[in-house]
Every structure is written in C-alpha cells, then in structure tokens.
C-alpha cells in the first residue's frame, strides 16, 4: 500500500519548507536588536539629573527618612524634664537663704540646664545626622534607580527599534513580529510579565478593535456598496464626478471604518474598478488612462484624507491619541472632527480637480455610469431589515462619540461595545463573524506590543529626555518656524515607512514633545501631527495599506504615482497649514 505524503508536508512527517521568519529580514533584524541592546548602554552615559530624571514615579528620596522620625515624639519629653529636676535641686526654704546657698542654687540650675541644652543640642545633632545620611542614601538611592531607569530605557528602545525594523523588513507578519518583542522584553528582564502585556488591557486599543468588528457590518450588508452606488447614481455622469462620487463614499464611511484598507480596498477599489472596466479602460493594455488610473489616484489620496478627518477612520490615529495622552495632551471625538472638518472638506474637493488637471483621463463624460449605478442598486434590491440596523446601529455611534460630554463623559470605548453588542443582538453580526475578522486581531496583537513599548519609552522618561535635549536646539527661533520644521521633517520621513502605524509608534510621541518643548499649543501640535500621520502616507505607493491594494490594479505607473503624491502632498500641506490653520486660530487651539 503505497503512502503519498500529504500536500504541504515532508514525506518523514514535517513540513515541505520552511514557515518561519525569513532568514535574512530576521537575521539583519537580531544583529541591530543585539548591537543596540548591548551597544547603547556603553555608547551613551547617562545624561545630566535636568534633562532625565528616569520614572517620576518609583525614585522616592524621602523613603528613608519616615523609619526614623518616629524618634521626634522624644523631643517633646525633654523639656519637662527640666521642672522635675528643680524642685529636687532647690526645695523651699524655710528661712532666707544665704548668699553661698543661693550661690549653690544658681549653680545647680545653670548646670541642669547646661545638661538639658547638651542633651537637645546632642539629640538635634543625631537627628540631624540620621536625616543626613537618610537623604543621603535616598538621594544615592534615587540615582542608582535614575542610571537603572536609563539602561531599562536603551533596553527598551532598542528593542522597540529592532520590533519596528521587523515589521518594515516583513521578517514575520506584523502581528508575530509584535509577540517576540513582547516575549524579549519580559524575557530579558527590560520589564515585568504585568507590564510586557499591559497592552492588552488598554481602551483606545479595544476602542479600534471594536471598530474593525463593526465595520464588518458595512461589509455582510452590502449597505458600504449601496452608499457608494447612490452616490454614484447622482455625481457620476462626469468621470470627475465620478472621483467625487469616491470621495463622498469614504467620508460617509469613515468615522465608524477604522481600515483604510477596508474601505479603500474592500469597498471603493471593487466599485472604482467595475467603472473603469465598463468603459474599456484596463491594465496593461494601453487603455489604463482613459479612465482607470485617473480613478485610481484619485480613490488613494482621497483615503489618506479622510483618515485624517475622524479619530475612527484609521487604525494608527488612536495610538496617536494615546500617545499625546501620555504627554497630557487631551483629544477627543469631537476635537478631533472639528479641527479636521474645514481643511479636510476643502481637500476633499479640490484634491480630485488637481489630480484631473494633472492626470486628465481620455473619457471625462460617463452618462452610462449613472445607469449602471442603478442597475447595481436595482440588483441590491429594497434596503433589508440588516441594513436598516446597520444603519441605526451608525447613527447611533456618532450620537455617542459626538455628545460623549453630555452624555456624563461616555468613554469612546464603551460606546464602540454598545454598538457591537447591538449588532450582535440583532443578528447582523454574528461570533462565527467576529472570529474571522483576522485583520482585528492582527491589529490587538501589534497594537498592544507598540502601545507597551511607547508607554514605557515615556514612563522611563526617555521620551521627555529626547523632548528636552532637542527642545534646546530649537530653542529661542520661535514656535511657529520650530514647529513647521519639526512637522515637515516629520511628515517626509515617511518616505522611509511602510507602515502609519510604525510611523506614528516611533516618531509621534518624540516629535510632539519636542513641539511643546519649544513653544508650540499642545492640542495644536498633537492634532497636526495627527493629520500628518494620514496625509503623509499619500506620496509612495507602499505608504499605508491601501496603497499596495489600489496600486496592485496596474492602472498607475509607478513614476506617475510618486510624481502624484508628491505634488498632492505640497497642497494638502499648504490646505491643513495654512486654511487650516485659520480655522484652529478661529477654534482658539492658538
């Protein structure tokens, strides 16, 4: 009888090829994590007590000094000890005194209260002295844990630079490269088990979590494809209505889809593509300008705008949210729309136009388009009872984020779980659908591990010590030129970044710090590095996750696309900078 080994395995049992990291990625990524690990704490002394005082919260120099004052109450029973003994030394007389007894008298007096001056004069010496050598060694004490903390802090950061460049370089999946640096640091002793996975626990990451489950809803019902052919039916009958029909589409759409992926991949890139398809315009085969390419750029940069418009639209703006948090920088829902809505409105429409006069398609009038909307709608039939919850479901969640104030300060969490415990109540959704939204899960993974890591780099103080150190090179230029530069360096470092996430984890919470060290509002700076966090991700066509999805199609060559962003990135800058900047200075975050 013979025995086939099967499809996937060895013929003695084991697996057919390697599964594990890629060899190289990983092996690159452990050498940097080790040079830097060792390397750091050798390299690098420990910075001067103003500029890193190490964790605020455990060096406490007074420590000592509470197991000895419980001597202070015998200070107290010295003094009486005074009037006891006079009594004793001068008894009454029964008759005058004479001059030697007197003599006698004030001596003995002048002698007890000599010893009694000793004996305070040497229990306020030892006392003085035990303080002493009490603040002494709390102090002593406070600066070995202040070098402890900063060795913890390299440890920490290189291995949170080795976490990042695992994650660019793709040695594992996002999500299991996020796990063996959540397995180094308790490993290595950087920090505690409690704390490697205190991630785990945080809301503003359950808060995306939740999200991505919600925006499945959108997905099963088919309502994100009859939002985006209604709009379809009433802007399409110009191909530039038709990048506004895109457009509307994902803003709808945005402040409960946390993946721009999702939205830009899974449910404007379909609809975008059937489009271009429908009026002959392909990949590969010459024809990709007459309609396709124009579609496709204009449904990417879009994206990265609306990812910036809400809190909710993309999975890095928590994070960034968080991040600023730590720094007691508060944003909210509702902050966060409304200093969002004028610049990104704005963008929304005149982003399309200038992508049209750059990109100009060969087909600019589509009256069929608006038909085959209909026909589509027509094929979705009535709005179903699933769509209607959906729907309510939606509303409902902007009511909660939007009035979360009013509403006794309603944690934006627990509003995103009220929605999902509706939708799972109604049968909308159901746990067989929670349990393969893998791309949730992927996210809770890695989100925790980077969120743990951020959290600790400031809590150890390494944060605030990069603040200060490069708060005093831009010092005394003013705030506005430091920010501008300090923003722009930020948003065109991400040429270096495939990832939102990656960026925001490694250079969000330093380079706002340094803003605020400088001069700059705090809520102003957290909010424009929170945009930037979006719209950066528009110049290259691995910027963010819809990038490789959209750029994938082949409508776009990648000249065309890098020339694209990069123009599109001077505008948005100059639209959220410069009008948007009047529009905070109205708000008054200046």
């Known amino acids: 009888m013979s025995h086939e080994p099967v499809s996937g395995t060895a013929p003695g049992g084991g697996l057919s090829g390697w599964q594990g990291a890629k060899p190289i990625p990983a092996l690159a990524t452990l050498v940097l994590g080790l040079i830097l690990y060792f390397g750091l704490p050798q390299m690098v002394s420990v910075p001067d007590a103003k500029l890193f005082t190490g964790q605020p919260a455990v060096p406490k120099p007074a420590a000592a000094a509470p197991a000895k004052p419980a001597a202070k109450p015998a200070a107290p029973t010295a003094t009486p000890a005074a009037p006891a003994a006079a009594p004793v030394a001068a008894p009454a007389p029964a008759k005058p005194m004479t001059k030697a007894q007197l ?16 004996e305070a004069r040497a229990k306020a010496e030892g006392e003085a002295k035990v ?22 802090g390299l440890h920490l950061f290189a291995i949170f630079v080795s ?79 038709l990048s506004y029909g895109l457009a509307a589409t994902d803003l709808v759409l945005a402040p409960a889809i946390p993946s721009n992926t999702a939205r830009g991949g899974g449910i404007v890139m379909p609809v975008m593509a059937s489009l271009a398809r429908a009026y002959g315009s392909n990949p590969g085969d010459g024809s990709a300008r007459k309609m396709g390419s124009f579609l496709t750029l204009t449904a990417y940069q879009v994206n990265c705008i609306t ?49 049209y006069r750059l990109h100009r398609p060969e087909i600019t009038e589509t009256p069929e388009a608006v038909e085959m909307a209909k026909g589509h709608l027509r094929d979705l039939g009535p709005v179903k009872r699933q769509e209607w919850m959906m729907l309510g479901v939606f509303v409902l969640l902007l009511v909660l984020w939007i009035f979360a104030k009013q509403l006794g300060d309603l944690n934006a969490t627990t509003s995103a779980l009220t929605g999902l415990a509706v939708l799972l ?47 005093g090179m831009v010092a005394g230029k003013g705030w506005i030129a430091a920010f501008l530069v300090l923003a722009l ?33 705090p809520v102003l700076a957290a909010l424009v590095l929170a945009f930037f966090s979006n719209l950066f991700a528009g110049m290259t ?34 639209i959220w900078v410069g009008l948007g900047g009047l529009w905070w200075k109205v708000l008054g975050l200046w």
């Open 541 to 574: 066509h691995y910027g963010t996750g819809p990038a490789p999805v959209l750029f994938g199609t082949g409508y776009v060559e990648l000249g065309t696309w890098w020339r694209t962003g990069l123009i599109v990135s001077v505008v948005n800058i100059v």
């Open 425 to 471: 109540i109604s049968g909308v959704l159901t746990w067989d659908d929670i349990k393969a939204e893998t791309g949730a899960w992927d996210t809770l993974v890695w989100f925790a591990a980077l969120v743990m890591m951020a959290s600790f780099l400031n809590k150890l103080g390494m944060v605030p010590w990069f603040s200060k150190s490069m708060g």
């Open 103 to 118: 003599e006698a008298k004030a001596k003995a007096e002048a002698d007890a209260k000599a010893k009694v001056e000793a």
């Open 307 to 355: 990812s910036a418009m809400f809190l909710t639209a993309m999975a890095a703006n928590p994070l960034a949210q968080k991040l600023a948090g730590d720094l007691k920088v508060n944003i909210t829902w509702v902050g966060w729309a409304l200093a969002a809505v004028v610049p990104g409105v704005v963008a929304l429409l005149l982003i399309p136009f200038i992508i």
């Open 163 to 241: 976490t990042i460049v695992g994650i660019i370089v793709k040695a594992l999946p996002m999500g299991a490269v996020a796990m063996v640096g959540i397995a180094i640091t308790a490993l290595s002793g950087t920090l505690g088990i409690a704390d490697s996975i205190s991630g785990f626990s945080d809301v503003t990451i359950w808060l995306i979590v939740l999200a991505f489950f919600i925006s499945r809803g959108f997905i099963k019902t088919g309502l994100g494809a009859r939002i985006a052919y209604n709009f379809m039916a009433l802007l399409g009958k110009r191909t530039l209505g």
């Open 131 to 152: 303080k002493a050598e009490a603040d002494a060694k709390a102090k002593a004490d406070a600066e070995v844990k202040r070098k402890a903390d900063w060795v913890r």
């Open 489 to 521: 360096v930020y948003f065109y470092s991400h040429y270096f970044f495939a990832s939102n996430t990656a960026h925001v984890a490694s250079m969000y919470a330093a380079f706002l710090g340094v803003s605020i060290v400088a001069g700059a509002p």
